[in-house]
């Protein structure tokens, strides 16, 4: 799909709305804009409600009979449960502040993708269903009729927001268009109406342990032969253990580190890191996805996926536990874990046993980021490395949504990678730290039908890749996110080729002296390290 | 359409007032109306913040808005990120006494395939000194309503007034408010992307408040009211003695009624962000979320797949890949 989009003509992009206002405009749904439909029988064997078969592009979705009763119950029940949703229905001024704050904005032009409209898309219904104004004067109090129509609308734009929080920064009430979205699309499950591309991760995570349905021994399988190409570049044979009880921590990732390439690397890091350092940790076939797609769907199906991780660390009888590199994964474990499923007081306050360090700031979660455990053990010298290593690579950092917004995950990063790289160069302070810009594919939408809408979304953050590229020759963008390293790759080929992705604990790795360690010419992906430059100083 | 409807509106307003009071009915636009709106203020915000109140806070969704609480040599944004109740203290101080989001604003242009952010701070300046002027304005009204002037509302007029221009001296905050005012609605007309956003709802106050402000500058400077009977009006309402003395030109009621409209009206409406903004959890919450334990209070038990489960379905595969199982 992408070979037809040309980027010259995707920059055409009119920032000017039309004449004719938005609740006149009824939707129209363009293919490249949306996923696939989520497969009834994903939905159903992970009991959430009305499975059916629907086509985005026919006129009749075979809606429940009962949808519009069962969409203002579901909005109702809400109201009730979240002051968020509330407060966000009846506050905004519509100032405009968010407007050209999202990337899928800025990336296509289309009003509706500003985020004050997205949120009046349901606000609207909101008003004239909750709203006294709203229910006499109708149009004029800004209410309108939940039609058939107004359903495909909120589906398609909802789908269209990658839940990031960027507006919510600016906006001076702190709406949170994100938390809109997830609510909305909550509201658009309880009629079966989610996308496959979340849907099936669900199932697979809720049935057989992690998103890519990876079974027990392929998990161990693959992690397996990383190890076989860790031995061939580093000439190190690494044997990490699976469920096995009474390892300290138990370590959980995405399991798109397992799998995919540029995540395998990443996967490849951990594992020589914790090699390195001696770590007594364990890996869990059952915890073996620490992603949530549940998040995409409702906070109910987030929790049941959640669940596992602590049921896990409890029968391994671990102390605590460490997470890999990844956004929502974090989004979910920071803001929303231990309040679906803690207290975790079955575990101890985390200390690492390399440096004594206590993490404070993890006291009730009980679960530390790799990155502020690996800034920890550069800080207290326990990693031997040689950054001139990296030195055919030029960096830069793509601060992820979720851990900069939802966490303020911003330095430790930035003081591992400089710690491992010479050249690390920042993208415009515009557009980084917290107010960083989205992959353009993240809450599940990084499909590959979807292709166009996910370039137009991804084009602020390239914009500002492309920038460090042209000016200081960045090849390298560094991240702490798997959705990031899926999608990023696809991103930058289009609009900024030359510039690969990378997981900050890959370059860690690749910088890490290890005992007994062979000539290391070759990096993690089997790349010739170029020479000369090993220990030239710069 | 909907700047045409708002402004309809408020003309509608201004002329009922107008014929009104001049037909005799002072006592309506004077006191009934007044004490109305006064009254529909007072219970309406109460029953909204109230209302926003019983519904619970979940999930600790703070918006972090730089570095985290974090290892102990890492500089934490303690304004912006805060992790302690004082921290919190702030950073809504800044949020609403000096619109700190607003101030981030940037401007997004497409020059030559190139996203460029430029800062955007007219919105902020317009915005917060709009707010400002009309609370300071509010509460130099008190010197109207009491007998004794307590010393700061005093203290308040002189310094509003300092620059001292012309007679009576003209007030900087009336200066700034119709400022402000007038450039949150030409924003809205002339901007497209505004205009579309807009509603009727986002014309009417700003079309009531243009209007409350002329009508109190036009009273001041230049349609000159008895302002003695003024004061003997608005003090009698304060102490609950309404009175009503003759010869009030109708310039007072038209203000006094475009006023208590605003008072009626602020319950129902986005002005209710006054009071929602205190309330937005994704700002008045600390980031200690994996510190501090956060209660939901409506979870509930869900139905979650166990490793009994798991290893039921996985038992074979695993022994046979060497993973330890929990029964043979
Ligand atoms: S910035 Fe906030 S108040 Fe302004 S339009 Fe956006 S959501 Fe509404
Ligand atoms: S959360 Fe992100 S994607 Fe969604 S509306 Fe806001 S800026 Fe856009």
Redesign the interface.
């Known amino acids: 799909m992408a070979k037809d989009l040309i980027p ?1 003509e995707m ?1 055409r ?1 009119d ?3 039309p004449k004719t ?2 609740m006149d405009t009824p939707v129209k749904i363009k293919p490249g804009i949306y996923c696939h439909p989520a497969k009834p029988e994903k939905i159903a064997d992970v ?1 959430m409600p009305n499975p059916h078969h629907w086509n985005p592009l026919d006129e009749d979705w075979n809606l429940p009979e009962n949808w519009q009763q069962i969409f203002f119950d579901g909005m109702r029940e809400r ?9 966000f229905m ?8 968010c ?3 999202c990337h899928f904005f ?1 990336g296509s032009g289309d ?1 509706k993708n ?1 985020p ?2 997205r949120a ?1 898309l349901l606000r609207s219904i909101y008003r004239k269903e909750f ?3 709203g229910k006499i004067l109708g149009r ?3 209410g309108r009729e939940l039609t058939a129509s107004v359903i495909k609308e909120l589906w398609y734009y909802f789908f269209q927001c990658t839940e990031c ?1 960027r507006c ?9 268009t994100a ?1 809109v979205t997830i609510i909305g699309r909550e509201l658009l499950n309880l009629l079966g109406l989610n996308i496959n591309w979340i849907q099936e991760p669900v199932s697979n995570c ?2 057989i ?1 992690n998103h890519l349905g990876l ?3 392929t998990f ?2 693959n992690i397996e032969f990383l190890c076989d190409d860790i031995e061939t570049y580093v000439g190190i044979r690494i044997n990490p253990t ?4 009474g390892a300290e921590i138990l370590f959980v990732t995405p399991s798109g580190d397992v799998f995919a390439d540029p995540g395998i690397y990443t996967l490849m890091g951990y594992l020589m890191i914790f090699e390195h350092i001696g770590l007594d940790y364990t890996w869990s ?2 915890a073996s996805e620490s992603g949530n797609f549940g998040f995409f769907t409702s ?2 199906m987030a ?2 996926l959640n ?2 991780i602590y ?2 660390a409890k ?1 391994l009888g671990v102390k605590w536990i460490l997470g890999g590199e990844c956004g929502h994964m974090w989004r979910v ?4 874990m ?3 499923n ?2 975790a007081d079955f575990l101890e306050e985390p200390v690492s046993p390399i440096t004594g ?1 206590r993490f ?6 009980k ?1 530390v980021h790799i990155t ?1 455990f690996t ?2 053990l550069i ?1 207290n010298n326990k990693l031997k490395l040689d950054k001139n290593r990296n030195n055919h690579l030029k960096v830069t950092f793509h601060d992820s949504c979720n851990p ?9 990063p930035r ?1 591992v990678i400089k710690n491992v790289c010479n050249y690390f160069y920042d993208m ?1 302070d ?2 980084i ?3 960083t810009f989205c992959c353009g594919s993240g809450a599940g939408l990084n499909a590959s039908e979807n292709m166009e809408i996910r370039l137009r979304g991804g ?2 953050r390239a ?2 890749v ?2 460090v590229h042209e000016k200081h020759g960045v090849n390298t963008l560094a991240c702490i996110c798997a959705i990031d390293r899926a999608v990023l790759p696809a991103s930058m080929e289009y609009w900024v080729p030359g510039v690969k992705v990378a997981g900050v604990s890959e370059l860690v790795a690749n910088a890490l002296i290890m005992e007994g360690e062979g000539d290391r010419t070759m990096n993690l992906r089997g790349e010739e390290i170029p020479k000369g430059e090993e220990g030239s100083d710069v | 359409m909907g700047a045409m409807i708002s402004l309809i509106a408020v003309l509608v307003i201004i002329l009922a007032a107008l014929v009104g009071s001049m037909a005799g009915l002072q006592y309506v636009f004077g006191v009934i109306l007044p004490y109305t709106g006064f009254t529909i203020l007072l219970v309406g915000f109460v029953f909204r913040v109230l209302d926003w109140a019983k519904s619970p806070v979940p999930f600790r969704i703070p918006t972090t808005a730089g570095q985290e609480f974090s290892l102990p040599w890492i500089k934490q944004a303690k304004l912006d990120n805060p992790s302690t109740t004082m921290g919190v203290l702030g950073r809504m101080a800044f949020e609403i006494l000096a619109f700190r989001s607003l101030f981030r604003n940037t401007k997004a242009e497409l020059r030559s395939g190139n996203l460029i952010y430029g800062p955007a701070k007219w919105l902020w300046l317009f915005a917060l000194a709009f707010h400002w002027a009309f609370f300071i304005i509010a509460v130099r009204h008190l010197r109207l309503f009491m007998v004794p002037v307590p010393g700061f509302v005093e203290w308040l007029d002189k310094l509003d007034s300092i620059m001292q221009i012309g007679t009576p001296p003209l007030y900087i905050t009336d200066v700034l408010l119709i400022a402000g005012v007038t450039f949150l609605l030409l924003r809205r007309l002339m901007s497209p992307r505004i205009r579309y956003i807009s509603l009727p709802a986002d014309y009417f106050p700003l079309f009531l408040i243009l209007a409350i402000a002329t009508t109190g500058i036009l009273m001041r400077f230049f349609i000159r009211t008895d302002i003695v009977g003024v004061k003997e009006i608005l003090v009698g309402l304060a102490t609950f003695h309404p009175v009503m003395p003759d010869g009030i030109g109708p310039i007072f009621f038209i203000h006094a009624t475009l006023v208590s409209v605003l008072m009626a009206y602020f319950p129902f409406s986005k002005l209710m962000h006054l009071g929602g903004v205190f309330l937005s959890p994704t700002r008045n919450m600390a980031n200690n979320n994996r510190m501090v334990r956060h209660v939901n209070p409506w979870n509930y038990p869900v139905k979650i797949h166990t490793y009994d489960e798991y290893e039921d379905e996985f038992r074979d595969l695993m022994k046979g890949a060497g993973i330890p199982v929990e029964r043979e």
């Open positions: 010259q920059l992009i920032y000017n709305p206002g938005w009991g109201l009730d449960k979240h002051r968020s949703f509330k407060i009846d506050i905004c001024v519509r100032c405009g502040a407007a050209d704050k800025l009003p500003m004050v409209v009046e709203t006294t104004a004029l109090a800004g929080r919510s920064l600016f906006c001076p009430y702190g709406i949170d938390e809720y049935h342990g079974k027990p021994h161990k399988e699976f469920n096995r009880k076939t059952y906070f109910e929790k049941r669940a596992k049921a896990e029968r474990i920071h803001q929303y231990d309040t679906f803690g207290p360090t404070e700031n993890a006291k009730s979660t679960m502020e800034a920890d800080k900069s917004r939802a966490m303020g995950i911003l330095e430790e003081y415009p515009t557009t730290r917290e107010q084009l602020p914009n500002a492309k920038y």
